[in-house]
């Protein structure tokens, strides 16, 4: 059901040679690249009849409109389930509380006396929020993508999400119902490559979507693909892959849990991955014997469960110690990280690659996609060691705001001077020079 790496022979190596003997999902956005090109280009010319068509082709319905009129998002608002509507509304309260916190504030900097830099934080002036939908909906993704544009001041939130055949070309109500619970009420009915392309350059007519500075959300590997493509054009969050989850455990920890959490991840997508990495040759034998009856209860087994158990991006990793395991996970990087040790903090506290990362038996990865506060829109396929989830910076730019003196700027021009006729740029320096009549003022 989910197969075995052994770490416990040689000394690990470091850095690729380490990541190359870890489980990973194939995802080539390269190569889809070129599946995606002529989509984007179709709507860059064509507008809404191109994201409508491709639509239609992908999706198998054709909706009346691209924008979801504003009496579809109030009505989805009024059917919705009061218990999944509790839910959101305190999903949305959590999450405004802890991103709320990220707000960055103006700070000036006294480099001399009258010399100051002053850096500003921005929010961006129009994001679009990208809402997948095919095997599961995700109202969860609205509130994670929304929320944190709103509390870093965004003017304009527009939100897509693939149209569905049973709900007559709308997104799915529930995703529409997030919408009206956040006050966005610019909803397009677009999904895949065409919708990242309507972001980014726009359509016109009734329904028109203005462009967008930035795109964020998780998608496939086309939407993935379509916004390496467009990115420059608009800013990107990051190219999301398939979902994961790594499980740094020892001897102290429950094979259930443990079997338990790499389910509920495993159940995203065939192509998700479920990595344990341990020092506890009992507890892989006892989550291995674990997983098999917990499968079997599942919902989602043979088309998304037991392919993602068993394909080549899971499997439980074995290494000599604690030592070793934080040195695989770091090399990992995974999405989501449980630390399920002894003196569990103590151990989170020296991982250094993860999107996020979750304490101890009480705070699994399913509390963070829906309710912790924390955002589920995180870096995968290794990019934890680079990049960082959604947050309120995502939808931030930092201005810094240069304010000298005259004497100021006349006490460090012989420094500028020196410097641009260092790097051959005589130019820049008479361009202080001029100010002080082409004199280089005395240090």
Request: glycine content about 8%; some cysteine; charged content about 20%.
């Amino acid at each position: 059901m989910i197969s075995r790496i052994d770490l416990r022979g040689d000394v690990l190596p470091e850095g690729a040679p380490l990541r190359d003997l870890l489980p990973r999902a194939e995802f080539d956005v390269e190569a889809a690249l070129e599946t995606v090109r002529p989509i984007c280009e179709d709507v860059r010319h064509r507008g809404s009849a191109a994201v409508i068509e491709w639509g239609e082709k992908f999706d198998g319905v054709r909706p009346e409109s691209l924008r979801v009129p504003v009496a579809a998002l109030a009505d989805a608002l009024a059917e919705l389930d009061p218990a999944v509507r509790a839910a959101l509304e305190e999903s949305i309260r959590r999450a405004r509380l802890v991103h709320r916190e990220q707000r960055r504030t103006t700070h000036t900097t006294q480099v001399v006396p009258g010399g100051t830099v002053t850096e500003k934080w921005v929010p961006v002036e129009r994001v679009g929020l990208y809402v997948p939908g095919g095997r599961s909906v995700y109202p969860s993704s609205v509130v994670m993508n929304v929320v944190p544009a709103q509390e870093a001041g965004v003017e304009g939130i527009a939100v897509s999400s693939p149209p569905q055949k049973e709900f007559g070309g709308l997104p799915h109500p529930t995703i529409l119902a997030a919408c009206a619970l956040l006050g966005v009420d610019e909803v397009y009915a677009a999904g895949g490559a065409q919708a990242i392309a309507l972001f980014a350059y726009g359509t016109e007519g009734e329904d028109g979507c203005r462009p967008v500075n930035l795109v964020t959300g998780p998608g496939n590997i086309y939407v993935a693909a379509a916004k390496r493509l467009l990115k420059g054009r608009i800013g990107i969050d990051a190219e999301a892959g398939p979902t994961e989850i790594a499980i740094l455990a020892d001897s102290t920890a429950d094979p259930v849990h443990i079997a338990a959490d790499l389910i509920s991840q495993a159940e995203h997508d065939p192509m998700a991955a479920a990595v344990l990495v341990t020092d506890s040759e009992e507890l892989a034998a006892a989550t291995e014997a674990e997983l098999a009856p917990q499968v079997a209860a599942s919902k989602h087994v043979s088309d998304r469960i037991a392919p993602a158990l068993a394909g080549r991006q899971s499997a439980i990793v074995l290494v000599r110690d604690l030592a070793d395991g934080l040195k695989v996970v770091d090399a990992y990087g995974a999405e989501h990280l449980e630390i399920q040790t002894a003196d569990a903090a103590a151990v989170a506290d020296r991982v250094r690659n993860a999107g996020a990362i979750f304490v101890g038996p009480w705070s699994p990865v399913s509390l963070g996609d829906y309710c912790a506060g924390s955002n589920h829109v995180l870096p995968t396929g290794g990019c934890a060691c680079h990049s960082s989830g959604l947050s309120v910076q995502s939808f931030l730019r930092g201005i810094h705001i240069v304010d000298y003196t005259r004497d100021a700027l006349a006490e460090v021009t012989h420094h500028v001077v020196t410097l641009a006729e260092a790097e051959d740029l005589p130019a820049h320096g008479a361009a202080l020079k001029a100010r002080f009549g082409w004199k280089v003022p005395q240090a």
